[in-house]
């Protein structure tokens, strides 16, 4: 069974641009959630979809975005990159919807986004 | 708010010398413990989820278990490739899971 795959793997974009990632979750599985992970903050989770639906959101400013497609894709934008928006952005997915009881996340191997 | 401390920030092992990480929690009603494994450069790979305090879960030499508390993954005789950052992460409700910061382990041969 094919894992999770994220594209593009790497980007490089200038301040001020705007950047759209993509995700392409486990077949069957319905739940996706995006990360971002840096070496001062860890894993900070940024939001997750089930059904289309935007189910939670963490504390990031509006200018990230994100979408699921009705084949569980999704995908996730921000906008007017800044300098801190330099990070290792990872897609999970799991089979249900994660409040429906402990379902384990799977990680793709995340999108490495540099900003200068 | 969920909280996850994970000590020790970095690890280092000598091939074979058995040792243990530590994952502090704080939550609300636990609906779930994970741990992970990340490669540098990789995303993070599922290892374990332990659900109530006295469960027990093995996987080659990694052991991981649970009180209501903390959690700990036993490393067993290591070896080099074991090196690796691992992760602990908690869900509590129907929230999605707060991680901590991580161990970087190192064993060196």
Redesign the interface.
């Known amino acids: 069974k094919a894992g ?1 795959t994220q594209t593009p793997r790497y980007l490089i974009k200038t301040r001020g641009q705007q950047v759209t990632l993509s995700c392409s979750p486990i077949s069957g599985h319905r739940s996706v ?1 995006w ?1 971002q992970q840096t070496p001062g903050q ?4 940024l939001f ?1 979809y089930f059904s289309e639906t935007q189910r ?1 959101k963490g504390n990031f400013p509006g200018r990230f975005s994100g979408r699921q497609f009705s084949n569980s894709r999704s995908e996730m934008n921000v906008s007017t990159l800044e300098l801190g928006d330099s990070a290792l952005y ?1 897609c ?1 997915s799991s089979l249900v919807k ?2 429906g ?2 379902s ?7 999108t ?1 986004l540099t900003v200068l | 708010e969920d909280q996850v401390t994970q000590s020790p920030e970095a690890l280092r092992l000598q091939e074979g010398e058995s040792s243990s990480l530590n994952c502090s929690y704080t939550v609300s009603g636990l609906r779930g413990l994970f741990w992970y494994r990340q490669d540098p450069g990789k995303g993070p790979e599922f290892l374990f989820t332990l659900y109530s305090a006295g469960e027990e879960k093995e996987k080659e030499r990694l052991k991981a278990t649970l009180t209501k508390k903390e959690s700990f993954l036993h490393i067993t005789a290591p070896k080099p490739e074991d090196s690796a950052t691992y992760l602990c992460a908690v869900r509590s409700g129907y929230s999605t899971l707060t991680f901590g910061k991580g161990t970087m382990l190192r064993v060196s041969p």
């Open positions: 999770v959630s990360y860890g894993l900070q989770f997750e939670n990872l999970a994660t409040g009881g402990g384990e996340q799977f990680f793709g191997p995340g490495r």
